[in-house]
């Protein structure tokens, strides 16, 4: 029997992961109960099961299993986890306040079973929470873990809504952040505002890599912004790029802006004179020949002088 695949939005952060749906018949909206990587705990089923394809590539771990629809005593369960969180996020606020440590907590997270909590926090340095650790583990009677985040991470914990008017990448699918440098905004030609290129996390917007690959392969070969390139009016100075409908806005010589396709301009190099000689065709301009450096005399004074008073070597034959 082939195996069966449902997709489930995990409660904590919103992602959706593929689960081993088994025999269960499950229809979209249901909330169950999953194996986690923390244990038990409860999602919601977003699609319903479908077959896995017979050429599905193998996965490093298996998938792990939907074990039945929630009941009546886990949704219970569920709220009292939920307030438990809310008092320990409360009461750990307060030891923090009181201690002066220079951290911000940013969520907890209760296993299902009430084995572990997990304090989610953010710190500009390293932070000796051994003291506050002990007094959660008096308060609550479970195992205290600290886990110091990023402002990404905070992003995903927390959810929100970016410029786009979507929820937030990270929230929504996001597993792993991939780098992304200033460097993808340039190859985009997007304007270099920091308000613009940033998430709600202020670091660089994750999107910014979805299209890398397109934007590089369409750019390859394309004059920048600021080039010199030679178009079929003269000389001219590129100001805008349009890689997909393959058209440059160029400024001419004589100041006036025009649209050209790309196929249609040739770059010029550095090498090249600007004000070719009158009876030269403006396409067909010669490479400039740059005087050749003398090499530094580096012989002693008395070598250079012996050999200046040496005649002159007879040719043969003359």
């Known amino acids: 029997m082939a195996k069966r695949i449902v997709k489930i939005k995990a409660r904590r952060v919103g992602q959706i992961f593929n689960y081993d749906a088994s025999d269960l018949e499950l229809k979209r909206g249901d909330r169950v109960l999953i194996e986690t990587d923390k244990g038990l705990g409860i999602g919601t089923v977003v699609l319903e099961p479908q077959a896995a394809a017979e050429e599905e590539p193998k996965r490093d771990k298996p998938l792990k299993k939907v074990l039945r629809r929630v009941n009546k005593d886990d949704l219970e369960r569920e709220i009292r986890n939920t307030e438990r969180e809310q008092e320990a996020l409360r009461y750990c606020q307060e030891r923090i306040r009181e201690t002066g440590l220079t951290m911000?907590?940013?969520?907890?997270?209760?296993?299902?079973?009430?084995?572990?909590?997990?304090?989610?926090?953010?710190?500009?340095?390293?932070?000796?929470?051994?003291?506050?650790?002990?007094?959660?583990?008096?308060?609550?009677?479970?195992?205290?873990?600290?886990?110091?985040?990023?402002?990404?991470?905070?992003?995903?914990?927390?959810?929100?809504?970016?410029?786009?008017?979507?929820?937030?990448?990270?929230?929504?699918?996001?597993?792993?952040?991939?780098?992304?440098?200033?460097?993808?905004?340039?190859?985009?030609?997007?304007?270099?505002?920091?308000?613009?290129?940033?998430?709600?996390?202020?670091?660089?917007?994750?999107?910014?890599?979805?299209?890398?690959?397109?934007?590089?392969?369409?750019?390859?070969?394309?004059?920048?912004?600021?080039?010199?390139?030679?178009?079929?009016?003269?000389?001219?100075?590129?100001?805008?790029?349009?890689?997909?409908?393959?058209?440059?806005?160029?400024?001419?010589?004589?100041?006036?802006?025009?649209?050209?396709?790309?196929?249609?301009?040739?770059?010029?190099?550095?090498?090249?004179?600007?004000?070719?000689?009158?009876?030269?065709?403006?396409?067909d301009v010669l490479e400039e020949k740059r005087p050749e450096r003398r090499k530094p005399d580096r012989r002693r004074p008395e070598e250079r002088r012996k050999e200046e008073k040496k005649p002159p070597e007879e040719k043969p034959g003359s």
Request: negative net charge; hydrophobic residues 35%.
């Open 104 to 283: 911000k907590l940013i969520q907890v997270e209760n296993f299902y079973d009430g084995s572990k909590m997990i304090f989610y926090f953010t710190a500009p340095d390293r932070v000796d929470f051994r003291e506050l650790v002990h007094q959660l583990a008096q308060r609550f009677h479970t195992r205290i873990e600290m886990q110091q985040i990023g402002v990404r991470d905070e992003a995903k914990l927390l959810g929100g809504v970016g410029m786009c008017g979507r929820v937030l990448c990270c929230q929504e699918f996001l597993s792993e952040f991939e780098p992304v440098s200033v460097r993808l905004a340039k190859e985009q030609d997007l304007p270099l505002n920091p308000q613009k290129l940033s998430g709600p996390c202020g670091r660089l917007l994750c999107c910014l890599s979805y299209e890398k690959e397109v934007y590089q392969e369409l750019g390859r070969g394309v004059p920048h912004v600021g080039e010199r390139v030679q178009v079929s009016q003269g000389r001219a100075e590129v100001l805008a790029r349009n890689i997909f409908d393959r058209l440059l806005k160029v400024r001419l010589e004589n100041g006036e802006e025009a649209e050209v396709a790309i196929a249609d301009v040739r770059p010029l190099s550095n090498g090249r004179r600007e004000n070719p000689a009158s009876g030269e065709d403006a396409g």
